[in-house]
């Protein structure tokens, strides 16, 4: 099982970026997925999830500003960031959750499984 984060780069306040998180060996179909941050001198955060049934969260500090999908394929899950802030710089890792069949709420997740990370820049 391998996750593979890509589209990470350094762009101005108020434009836009979009993640990937790509599966290697396997399917997110029995997998929540979760985009988490981590700035220089901060905790990790949790930013969004989707999970098994294609539900989206979001963090208040992104929501109305990004977007968590995923493909039809259930390969790929995306993080359309727009209107973004410098407060958004960081390491954006992705990661999954084997969920099986059961449908959580919320991104409480002890995730199994770690993409290595793509960095975030948002200059002022």
């Known amino acids: 099982v391998q996750l593979v984060e890509s589209g990470g780069g350094l762009v101005q306040t108020g434009r836009s970026l979009r993640l990937s998180c790509s599966a290697s060996g396997f399917t997110f179909d029995e997998y929540a997925i979760g985009w988490l941050r981590q700035a220089p001198g901060k905790e990790r955060e949790g930013v969004s999830c989707i999970n098994v049934r294609g539900d989206p969260y979001y963090s208040d500090s992104v929501k109305g500003r990004f977007t968590i999908s995923i493909d039809d394929a259930k390969t790929t899950v995306y993080l359309q960031m727009d209107s973004l802030k410098p407060e958004d710089t960081a390491v954006y890792y992705c990661?999954?959750?084997?969920?099986?069949?059961?449908?959580?709420?919320?991104?409480?997740?002890?995730?199994?499984?770690w993409g290595q990370g793509t960095q975030v820049t948002v200059s002022p």
């Open positions: 990661a999954a959750y084997y969920s099986g069949s059961f449908v959580y709420t919320g991104c409480g997740y002890d995730y199994n499984f």
